[in-house]
């Protein structure tokens, strides 16, 4: 069984829910409190030993690949201001050198689409792919580290999954389960956004997956499925019974941040974790 030392990140879409703060600054660079979404699931990766961080971007996403390099003017400033403690803020935006790359998806064809275009750079080893505007949040068990776990035990492809209202099983690629062992759930099938009266569970995927890389090769002829898009589930269905896979059920707080509603949930969520913000934020709240 191969480590898993590299992570895709598609970030491509144009974030049309969030114009028109997207049309200048990319969803994935929205702050939750002081720290953009990208950030989140790049510390995410880091915990669970990743090595490599492959960004599959679009055009007018540029800021992302400047916001993990150095800023030289603002460190500059900040060590002749004598404001050390706000450059130390700035440590895990920086990659090491060679740590990041990127990729341009030029059409925006589907999520499984935008994974194979970083088939070059995956390779022939197993990988993780993490969206960002899922923010899957336990910092003392983060979900890929969850997801490690299950990984080093059954091998084969692994998904990140929680439980969903049933009438939002149209919204999610929903697992058909077998044999279960405590958070760790057998897949013996997966349909991408069924009707809730046919839904084989209420097992949504979210956002967090550790790939074989024959996946790759799948998605190389698959064709296009819900939305008219190339849809991962669709390729990730066809490995099921060539090899192990298992969903993990995530045990921590996901508030979807590609939704106004959650995006605006998680700010306040994780505001009310932090001893310089509790306070004056629930005693506002108190008086709405």
Request: contains cysteine; hydrophobic residues 40%.
């Amino acid at each position: 069984m191969k480590p898993v030392k590299k992570a895709v990140f598609p970030v491509a879409g144009f974030g049309t829910r969030f114009l028109p703060a997207t049309k200048a600054v990319p969803k994935e660079l929205l702050p939750v409190v002081d720290q953009p979404l990208i950030q989140y699931a790049i510390d995410e990766a880091l915990a669970a030993g990743i090595e490599q961080m492959i960004f599959v971007t679009g055009r007018g996403k540029h800021a992302i690949e400047d916001y993990f390099d150095s800023a030289f003017e603002i460190e500059a400033d900040l060590l002749a201001k004598n404001k050390q403690e706000i450059i130390e803020k700035l440590a895990p935006t920086r990659l090491a050198p060679g740590q990041a790359a990127f990729v341009r998806q030029q059409i925006m064809s589907g999520l499984g689409h935008a994974v194979w275009c970083a088939r070059h750079l995956t390779g022939d080893e197993p990988f993780a792919v993490l969206l960002p505007d899922e923010l899957l949040w336990n910092p003392a068990s983060p979900c890929l580290t969850q997801m490690m776990e299950t990984y080093h035990d059954k091998g084969g492809s692994v998904i990140a999954v929680v439980e969903v209202p049933q009438e939002h099983t149209k919204r999610y690629g929903i697992v058909d389960p077998g044999a279960i062992e405590g958070p760790t759930i057998e897949i013996k099938g997966f349909v991408e956004k069924p009707d809730p009266s046919v839904a084989p569970s209420r097992m949504a995927a979210v956002g967090r997956y550790i790939l074989d890389p024959k996946v790759m090769r799948l998605l190389e002829t698959q064709e296009k499925g819900a939305g008219g898009e190339i849809q991962l589930t669709d390729s990730l269905a066809k490995l099921i019974g060539d090899q192990p896979f298992h969903a993990r059920v995530f045990d921590g707080a996901r508030h979807d941040c590609g939704e106004k509603s959650g995006f605006i949930q998680a700010n306040v969520a994780l505001a009310l974790e932090r001893p310089d913000l509790e306070g004056p934020l629930r005693e506002y709240l108190k008086s709405l």
